[in-house]
Antibody
């Protein structure tokens, strides 16, 4: 069974960089069969797609976040990562990582709450 | 970006009811629409993709329809486990994914 697990700090100060990692088990990122994506959900609100990365390292980002987002993949650790710079309170959200198959996320992590506050 | 406008935002219904949720796209997304169910503290669960194809393991009381800019999710015979929030999503090629704002299905 494919499982994804987000990890990283739950509290980030304003203007700093949010860094999260997603560890994948039950599938190999290096197989190149899927995209890997990040999606977030501010408290009590809807879902926002952040972007996706392929094994090759090619990426697509949400234009609204593109200037602040970097995604990377580490096939040796079977992980992929998200960096979001210059965070504000508006970036407070539950962050989900997901595997993308046939254009849609088929397996999700449980989500990690990241709060931006001083 | 393509905007997805979902309605209603909240829906009160009883077990056994037939409920319909609508999603309108700001431009044509052909049939590239998915529907998700989300319960508190959990990740969304895929119900329907390509507007009307039921994901494996999803009960047949869920159905989807539509194309271009108008889409619906219907639950026929609402069950206690169905009280949740539902989201539509467009995933048209070359466009960033966007989601509707959600419809909370509550117990009447």
């Amino acid at each position: 069974q494919v499982q994804l697990q987000e990890s990283g700090p739950g509290l980030v100060k304003p203007s700093q960089t949010l860094s999260l990692t997603c560890t994948v088990s039950g599938d190999s990122i290096g197989s190149g069969n899927h995209y890997w994506s990040w999606i977030r959900q501010p408290g009590g609100k809807g879902l926002e797609w952040i972007g996706r990365i392929y094994t090759s390292g090619s990426t697509d980002y949400n234009p609204s976040l593109k200037s602040r987002v970097t995604m990377s993949v580490d096939t040796s650790r079977n992980q992929f990562s998200l960096r979001l710079t210059s965070v504000t309170a508006a970036d407070t959200a539950v962050y989900f990582c997901a595997r993308v198959a046939l254009q849609l996320p088929d397996f999700w992590g449980q989500g990690i709450l990241v709060t931006v506050s001083s | 970006d393509i905007q997805m406008t979902q309605s209603p935002s909240t829906l009160s219904a009883s077990v056994g009811d037939r409920v319909t949720i609508t999603c309108r796209a700001s431009q044509s997304v052909r049939k590239w629409v998915a529907w998700y169910q989300q319960k508190p503290g959990k990740a969304p669960k895929l119900l329907i993709f390509m507007a009307s194809t039921l994901e494996s393991g999803v009960p047949s009381r869920f159905s989807g329809s539509g194309s271009a800019t108008e889409f619906t999710l219907t639950i026929t015979g609402l069950q206690p486990d169905d009280f949740a929030t539902y989201y539509c999503q467009q995933y048209d090629t070359y466009s960033p994914w966007t989601f509707g704002q959600g419809t909370k299905v509550e117990i009447k």
